[in-house]
């Protein structure tokens, strides 16, 4: 039921308003994002499109986080793993607090989950033994 209310709004705009929301959005992003090297160009392009897969990959809302193979594929199937923090929210952290809060967010919502899922795999307590 979301999904088709969500298509119904998108198709109320046209495909001219969709590129300008995209344009506006990418432009904030850069704006706190973007790194320049201008006597480096291929190491600058290099970093920011590295910063470029962090934004496409990261989950915008507390629903979703980072598909373990981002825009490479869906090897994993859909899987998320536990050391996304580790590299993603330190970025978003200076740049787009928003998105790290949601990646917080959305570990704190799928933590007994996860925990119930370790139990049910044979980990103690619902943790991995160390």
Do not use: C
């Not at 001219?16 to 994002?33: D, I, P, R």
């Not at 910063?51 to 990261?58: E, G, T």
């Amino acid at each position: 039921q979301i999904g088709i209310e969500l298509l119904s709004k998108v198709l109320k705009e046209d495909v001219a308003f969709w590129f300008k929301s995209q344009e506006v959005y990418l432009n904030k992003f850069w704006k706190y994002s973007k790194i320049s090297i201008p006597a480096k160009p291929v190491v600058e392009q290099s970093l920011n499109y590295s910063i470029y897969q962090l934004l496409a990959s990261a989950g915008k809302d507390i629903h979703s986080n980072i598909a373990a193979k981002g825009l490479s594929g869906e090897g994993y199937e859909g899987h998320y793993f536990w050391d996304t923090e580790v590299y993603m929210l330190p970025f978003f952290t200076l740049t787009n607090p928003e998105i790290a809060k949601n990646l917080l967010l959305f570990r704190h919502e799928t933590l007994d989950d996860s925990k119930n899922r370790a139990l049910e795999m044979g980990h103690k307590n619902g943790e991995e033994s160390l």
